[in-house]
């Protein structure tokens, strides 16, 4: 029986003994994009939608190999980050392959919204503009349809993404392809509900905490130090401080996701001998 307390005190304790070797991965593939990329926001605004894509798929690409590398850690691969980084390296294109067929499956689920969305005549350029009739007209049954579609699709996500967690882990410990959605359904199965707790949890303290210092020290940094344009004094510091309290969090969860993969294959090994 995998115990979600067991593998947080696992994750906890490696954090703490591997600071050394997780620091330069957390440092050069987590705060840094995050920060640079939060920095940049005002002016990415104003770029067309295929510069602003093209960088934020940059980004990620950075960050994903900076989860991959510090879970090759977390597996026990190596201690050294240099190895950790080169080890995660090779398996960023299937992950990202299976990350995209993932969000190819979330758009699709989306299309009745839009659909509806757009046949009510919403206008997404109207509203940007802060134009009220960009909302367009819709029907009470449309409207209730919409909401409930909505909420339904965001139960199966926490479901969905409960199931999937550890695929990254499998990807990485056993360099599976697109295999590895059936091997991560399959692993989780029994502890949706748990996992789907933790992930409730790390959501609300994460988001608080980040919204936080944004809003705190964004106000601050803004007092002592406004902006004379896009990009100033203020909104640098203030994407160091929430760039600091993000790779925190991102940080720990990586590591959990890699000790609830051993924990499962640990408990998996257990069941299957014989008594």
């Given at each position: 029986?995998?115990?979600?307390s067991?593998?947080?005190?696992?994750?906890?304790?490696?954090?703490?003994?591997?600071?050394p070797?997780?620091?330069?991965?957390?440092?050069?593939?987590?705060?840094?994009?995050?920060?640079?990329?939060?920095?940049?926001?005002?002016?990415?605004?104003?770029?067309?939608?295929?510069v602003?894509?093209?960088?934020?798929?940059?980004?990620?690409?950075?960050e994903?190999l900076?989860?991959l590398?510090?879970?090759?850690?977390?597996?026990?691969?190596?201690?050294?980050?240099?190895?950790?980084?080169?080890?995660?390296l090779?398996?960023?294109g299937?992950?990202?392959a299976?990350?995209?067929?993932?969000?190819?499956?979330?758009?699709?689920?989306?299309?009745p919204?839009?659909?509806i969305?757009?046949?009510?005549?919403?206008?997404?350029?109207?509203?940007?503009?802060?134009?009220p009739?960009?909302m367009?007209s819709?029907?009470?049954?449309?409207?209730?349809f919409?909401?409930?579609?909505?909420l339904?699709?965001l139960?199966?996500?926490f479901?969905?993404?409960?199931?999937?967690?550890?695929?990254?882990p499998v990807?990485l410990?056993?360099r599976r392809?697109?295999?590895?959605?059936?091997?991560?359904?399959?692993?989780?199965?029994g502890l949706?509900?748990?996992?789907v707790?933790?992930?409730?949890?790390?959501?609300?303290?994460?988001?608080i905490?980040?919204?936080?210092a944004?809003?705190?020290?964004?106000?601050?940094?803004?007092?002592?130090?406004?902006?004379?344009?896009?990009i100033?004094?203020a909104?640098v510091l203030?994407?160091?401080?929430?760039?600091?309290?993000?790779?925190a969090?991102?940080?720990?969860?990586?590591?959990?996701?890699?000790?609830?993969?051993?924990?499962?294959?640990?408990?998996?090994?257990q069941?299957?001998?014989?008594?």
């Amino acid at each position: 029986m995998v115990q979600m307390s067991t593998v947080w005190d696992r994750t906890t304790a490696f954090a703490s003994s591997a600071l050394p070797a997780i620091m330069p991965i957390a440092l050069v593939l987590l705060f840094l994009p995050v920060s640079i990329q939060l920095a940049l926001t005002p002016l990415l605004l104003k770029q067309a939608a295929a510069v602003r894509i093209v960088a934020m798929a940059v980004f990620w690409a950075i960050e994903l190999l900076g989860t991959l590398s510090l879970m090759v850690l977390a597996l026990g691969a190596t201690l050294r980050p240099g190895e950790a980084v080169r080890g995660a390296l090779p398996r960023l294109g299937p992950t990202i392959a299976i990350f995209i067929l993932m969000f190819v499956a979330i758009v699709i689920l989306c299309l009745p919204i839009g659909g509806i969305l757009a046949a009510a005549g919403m206008n997404m350029a109207e509203l940007r503009a802060g134009n009220p009739a960009g909302m367009g007209s819709m029907s009470a049954g449309g409207a209730w349809f919409v909401l409930i579609y909505v909420l339904v699709l965001l139960v199966f996500a926490f479901w969905i993404t409960a199931r999937l967690l550890v695929i990254e882990p499998v990807i990485l410990a056993e360099r599976r392809g697109f295999g590895a959605i059936a091997r991560a359904f399959r692993m989780t199965r029994g502890l949706a509900l748990r996992i789907v707790g933790v992930l409730i949890l790390y959501a609300i303290v994460a988001t608080i905490a980040v919204l936080a210092a944004q809003t705190v020290f964004g106000a601050i940094f803004a007092l002592v130090a406004p902006n004379d344009g896009d990009i100033g004094i203020a909104t640098v510091l203030t994407s160091v401080v929430v760039g600091a309290v993000s790779t925190a969090f991102k940080v720990i969860a990586a590591i959990f996701v890699a000790k609830l993969y051993m924990a499962i294959t640990e408990a998996g090994e257990q069941a299957a001998d014989p008594v």
